[in-house]
């Protein structure tokens, strides 16, 4: 029992790394595409 304790402590963090990992993608990419359409609706 105590060889599985840390094995489900260690679950419940990796995913919320990944998932915040993923988050902090998707806001950069949200903010390159920001970005790139105000370089375009500037351009014209």
């Known amino acids: 029992s105590y060889s599985t304790r840390p094995d489900r402590k260690?679950?419940?963090?990796?995913?919320?790394t990944s998932?915040?990992?993923?988050?902090?993608t998707r806001?950069?990419?949200?903010?390159?595409?920001?970005?790139?359409?105000?370089r375009i609706f500037q351009s014209l």
């Open 27 to 38: 806001k950069l990419q949200n903010r390159n595409i920001r970005k790139t359409e105000n």
């Open 19 to 24: 998932s915040a990992s993923t988050r902090r």
């Open 10 to 16: 260690s679950l419940p963090s990796r995913l919320y």
